[in-house]
């Protein structure tokens, strides 16, 4: 197959940065230009076990393998961040994330004419309002509170009129049912399709679009009904070998498939001319699997679940949201080394500013302390003591430079510790054992205020939790009925005195 891009270069693989990101919805072009490669097939796998062309797993979506190159940029995995696909949807479909947008923007607007139903003259000022904001903040143009206060007028209007003061069409009030149902109360009850509902939404002007909450430059109203969807790259939702040596497809996978099912067989019916009631079925059907697609456990609707094992699916809001979400798991929740958690007990015969240090944890957590002429013979008493022994040192860097572990050395006996010990020179670093007198920054999750992380002295005492103060817990809004806390050690001299005079309990 030929190459669309050429390969990239590793230097060239990031040639931009980042400065800001600005959140909307895409139009059905934009969509149809980023999601270049049609998915129209169910299927995953042909008989050989290959990936179908056209299907979910297509080799043009992106490289998962690191020994081969895409097809479509070249690159290998490493530099080719995947290719979206797409889905032609056979009828559309509203978007779950927008449905109490889209009820409050049809009981805004008039059904015929898409003007907001309030008097030219009042109608005329609130878009004056809009375009001053939008002018005065470039990047939001949506002004919340005004969108509110236009809600409320035409509520109020349309209480004692029921004509479109612009065109004298009936007004019609719009209730939601069932998660996405959305149905016409007056004069009879009757329900309103997606078709109906983009076909409204679209007669909405640009003017009138900033009144109902849609900033019309990234998200016009009806850009919240689906016509296309996005399919995502392969490395967003890599397949995985289980150690039968079967093949394990992504949540996200399994719920494409579902809707390549439903849309190929909504296409066909209406092809051939099936019954209304079966095409409304299954466009409910399609309707169902691509809000499960964005968010598999919105309120009022089953929840879509793993064949066999009953497990819930795991749809793209459930990725990014919550506590084992991509943002606060993965990119706020980031590991970090020099740091230890355990229980929490009270202990009121130390002091209100230090924190009680288990002698293992002590061990393990080092402070670096360069060698100088003052301290060249403590250091290389705890040298010689080893990491086994308390107080003594793990590691020493000659020079700075690459660590020596002690662990490594003491295998050969004392008498090279000793050897270690006697080479130390001003300039070199040893990583030595937390000791009293260190300071340390203390926290107590959640970190809801500044004072949910303090600076405490370490007094290393045996046991097996971290001690703290009874006076102290205020702060902390902490209890000793199993609460745990995280210790942090500073690594520079500069961090233990801002943890010393900025954070320390008693500057506090």
Not at 140 to 168: A, S
Not at 313 to 339: D, H, M, P, T
Request: proline share 8%.
């Amino acid at each position: 197959m030929a190459l669309i891009w050429e390969p990239v270069a590793d230097e060239e693989a990031i040639p931009y940065s980042l400065r800001k990101v600005m959140f909307g919805l895409i139009s059905p072009s934009d969509a149809r230009r980023i999601g270049f490669i049609e998915i129209t097939e169910p299927t995953a796998y042909d008989e050989g076990g290959l990936p179908v062309q056209g299907g979910v797993l297509d080799p043009r979506l992106g490289t998962i393998n690191p020994r081969k190159r895409c097809p479509i940029c070249g690159n290998y995995p490493k530099n080719c961040p995947g290719h979206f696909g797409r889905i032609e949807l056979a009828m559309p479909v509203i978007h779950i994330g927008y449905v109490k947008r889209i009820k409050d923007a049809l009981n805004t607007v008039c059904h015929k004419c898409g003007k907001v139903l309030l008097p030219e003259d009042v109608r005329s000022q609130f878009i004056a309002k809009a375009k001053e904001v939008a002018e005065k903040y470039p990047e939001k143009k949506v002004d919340d509170e005004l969108v509110r206060q236009v809600r409320e007028e035409v509520k109020k209007y349309t209480k004692k009129r029921k004509k479109c003061p612009h065109c004298g069409a009936d007004v019609q009030r719009v209730e939601l049912e069932e998660v996405y149902k959305f149905i016409v109360k007056e004069p009879e009850p009757r329900r309103l399709w997606p078709t109906e509902i983009r076909d409204v939404l679209e007669r909405v002007s640009n003017d009138d679009a900033l009144l109902i909450g849609f900033n019309p430059e990234r998200a016009r109203p009806e850009w919240a009904v689906l016509t296309v969807l996005l399919v995502p790259p392969l490395p967003v939702r890599p397949s995985i070998y289980l150690e039968t040596g079967e093949r394990s497809e992504d949540d996200l996978t399994h719920i494409l498939v579902e809707i390549l099912k439903v849309n190929r067989k909504l296409h066909n019916s209406k092809r051939l001319g099936a019954p209304s009631s079966m095409v409304e079925s299954e466009w409910d059907l399609l309707q169902y699997w691509v809000s499960v697609f964005f968010n598999n456990a919105a309120a009022n609707m089953p929840v879509a679940t793993q064949k066999g094992t009953r497990r819930p699916l795991k749809s793209l809001f459930q990725r990014l949201s919550g506590k084992e979400g991509r943002l606060r798991k993965n990119l706020i929740g980031k590991r970090v080394n020099f740091s230890s958690r355990t229980v929490i007990s009270p202990d009121p015969m130390i002091d209100i500013d230090e924190v009680g240090v288990p002698v293992e944890i002590a061990m393990v957590l080092t402070v670096p302390e360069y060698v100088n002429e003052n301290n060249i013979e403590k250091l290389k008493e705890l040298v010689m003591r080893g990491p086994d022994e308390y107080p003594g040192a793990n590691t020493v860097r000659k020079g700075g430079a690459t660590p020596i572990s002690l662990k490594i050395i003491q295998r050969k006996g004392k008498d090279a510790l000793k050897e270690v010990a006697e080479q130390l020179e001003p300039g070199d670093v040893v990583e030595r054992h937390l000791m009293d007198g260190d300071y340390v920054i203390f926290n107590r999750q959640p970190s809801l205020h500044k004072l949910s992380m303090l600076g405490h002295r370490v007094k290393v005492l045996p046991g097996a939790t971290f001690r703290l103060h009874p006076a102290v817990c205020v702060p902390y809004n902490a209890d000793f009925d199993g609460d745990e806390m995280n210790l942090h050690a500073p690594q520079l001299l500069d961090g233990a005195i801002e943890a010393k005079e900025l954070m320390g309990v008693k500057n506090n």
